[in-house]
């Protein structure tokens, strides 16, 4: 009885410190919970933390989630508005990138989400940098620095002209962690009207066809194509992957005139489109 007495305080006391610290935890955590962070980009005023799920960028399309740290006070920024702009310098010539717009993420207070498909990788010579420009209580910032975009493994991004001699970037967005299931598969479609300005192609249709090459190029039941989510902007369509193992994502790409403007059947004399993706799992 004497322990309990004296000692259950103690206790109680115990879990309430421990319980209200994790409740601070949880406000500060929860905002990027499962994210990494990339890097920091700062200027005199602000840093702005740049999120990702692997912690890193890579060619092709990344998922970002961004904050904004005020360097006065160490306060994430709430009320801010932003934009972005990735920006590749070559030798010859500056290109940016088909992008989302950055908005804040419902029920949450600081962090704010978007996507930047880099259709190039980076290289010895050449790379990647981001400006953001954001507005805060009415005064404009900007901040500028280079970042990381290495070559992915495999082919989930593709730049190619069409028969309507139109150039086109076509991005892997889904699925981003493949499973032997009927997945569900979404892409970007983006017409490169100049080397600054990549709008989202609008009802256009994508076939698809998943192959095993290393097995005898076999496909899989109850794929479906890819049609155009006026919401989303982007492709949706059902991928069926039977194994694990390398698939080539064949696909033809279809106008609003059911005219093909790239890609191929996959017949027994022809093994592939000339438009794939790939993946492997
Ligand atoms: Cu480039």
């Known amino acids: 009885m004497k322990l309990i007495k004296y000692f259950l305080p103690v206790v109680i006391a115990i879990v309430l410190i421990s319980c209200s610290n994790n409740d601070d935890d949880i406000v500060t955590v929860n905002e990027i919970e499962d994210l990494l962070k990339v890097q920091e980009i ?17 060619q092709g399309f990344n998922n970002i989630t961004i904050r904004i740290k005020d360097i006065q006070t160490l306060e994430f920024v709430e009320n801010a508005s932003i934009t972005w702009k990735p920006m590749m310098h070559m030798m010859a010539m500056m290109h940016t990138c088909p992008k989302s717009a950055l908005v804040k993420v419902a029920g949450k207070e600081t962090v704010y989400n978007g996507f930047i498909i880099f259709q190039m990788p980076e290289n010895e010579t050449e790379g990647w940098d981001l400006t953001f420009n954001y507005t805060i209580n009415g005064v404009d910032y900007e901040v500028v620095d280079n970042i990381s975009v290495p070559q992915a493994p495999k082919r989930t991004v593709t730049t190619f002209t069409g028969t309507d001699d139109v150039k086109y970037i076509l991005a892997l967005i889904d699925p981003q962690s493949p499973e032997v299931k009927i997945n569900d598969m979404v892409v970007g479609l983006y017409k490169m009207e100049n080397m600054m300005s990549f709008p989202a192609v609008e009802n256009y249709k994508i076939s698809l066809d998943p192959r095993m090459p290393s097995m005898g190029n076999h496909s899989s039941p109850n794929n479906e194509n890819l049609v155009y989510n006026a919401i989303s902007k982007l492709y ?11 698939w080539k994502l064949n696909l033809m790409l279809m106008n609003q005139n059911d005219e093909i403007l790239k890609g191929e059947a996959v017949t027994e004399e022809n093994e592939a489109s000339s ?4 993946l492997e799992f």
């Open 42 to 58: 700062s200027n005199e005023n602000h840093t702005i933390e740049v999120f990702t799920k692997s912690g890193s960028l890579v």
């Open 275 to 278: 438009l794939f993706l790939e």
């Open 236 to 246: 949706a369509g059902k991928l069926s992957l039977t194994m694990t193992g390398y």
